[in-house]
């Protein structure tokens, strides 16, 4: 049974930093691609970034572009968000989660996404 552990969200001002972790426990870590979606009150689920299962290829969605770095560490199961310039409009529930096709990666659609945590929420205040 694989799991998922997210772990840094919290609330900060607008302009500073948050650093999202994740680690995944109970499955072949270095072979899924992995994603951060997020989820604001009453919208949709939406894609923030992936990243490959080497860590050698990453995509962002263009709300984070420059602002966000999708990384991992394979040796730590973990993967990780770093996240800058922060706006109110981050608002959000942050989610990791992870594709078991090794084959594939920058899925930007949640529901290709095997493996999912429950989420930790980032507050940025105005």
């Known amino acids: 049974q694989v799991h998922l552990l997210e772990s840094g969200g919290g609330l900060v001002q607008a302009g500073g930093s948050l650093r999202l972790s994740c680690v995944v426990s109970?499955?072949?870590?270095?072979?899924?691609?992995m994603g951060w979606f997020r989820q604001a009150p009453g919208k949709e689920r939406e894609f923030v970034a992936s990243?490959?299962?080497?860590?050698?290829?990453?995509l962002s969605a263009d709300s984070v572009k420059g602002r966000f770095t999708i990384s991992r560490d394979n040796a730590k199961n973990s993967v990780f968000l770093q996240m800058n310039s922060l706006k109110p409009e981050d608002t959000a529930v942050y989610y990791c989660a992870a594709d078991s096709d090794r084959l594939r990666w920058g899925i930007q659609r949640s529901r290709e996404y095997d493996y999912w945590g429950q989420g930790t929420q980032v507050t940025v205040s105005s």
């Open positions: 990243i490959n299962w080497s860590g050698g290829l990453t």
């Open positions: 109970g499955g072949t870590f270095s072979s899924y691609s």
